[in-house]
Nanobody, 123 residues
């Protein structure tokens, strides 16, 4: 059994920053990719960023490139999403996900999901 718990969401003004954390509990190793997705009301769950188990390779959605940074600390079984220069269109519930193997941009590639954390950006 593997459980993911997100934290760090909240309300921030446009241009501000937030740092999300995703703590993994259970049988997770450095062979697991980790990713962040987000879902706005009435919309599909979209890919945001992903990172390999070794943390050497990262990928980002075009909409967040240059503003968001994904990282991980395998000693703490935790992934992070640093979000800078936030925009109102970044408002969504943010989910972390993990699965063995190479990071994917498709949500159906991930076996384990957190409960989500709300990020609201005011204009």
């Amino acid at each position: 059994q593997l459980q993911l718990v997100e934290s760090g969401g909240g309300l921030v003004q446009a241009g501000g920053s937030l740092r999300l954390s995703c703590a993994a509990y259970g049988r997770i190793t450095s062979s697991y990719a980790m990713a962040w997705f987000r879902q706005a009301p009435g919309k599909e769950r979209d890919f945001v960023a992903a990172i390999t188990g070794s943390a050497i390779t990262t990928s980002y959605a075009d909409s967040v490139k240059g503003r968001f940074t994904i990282s991980r600390d395998n000693a703490k079984n935790t992934a992070y999403l640093q979000m800078n220069n936030l925009k109102p269109e970044d408002t969504a519930v943010y989910y972390c996900a993990t699965s063995p193997g190479w990071p994917q941009k498709r949500s159906d590639a991930y076996d384990y999901w957190g409960q989500g954390t709300q990020v609201t950006v005011s204009s």
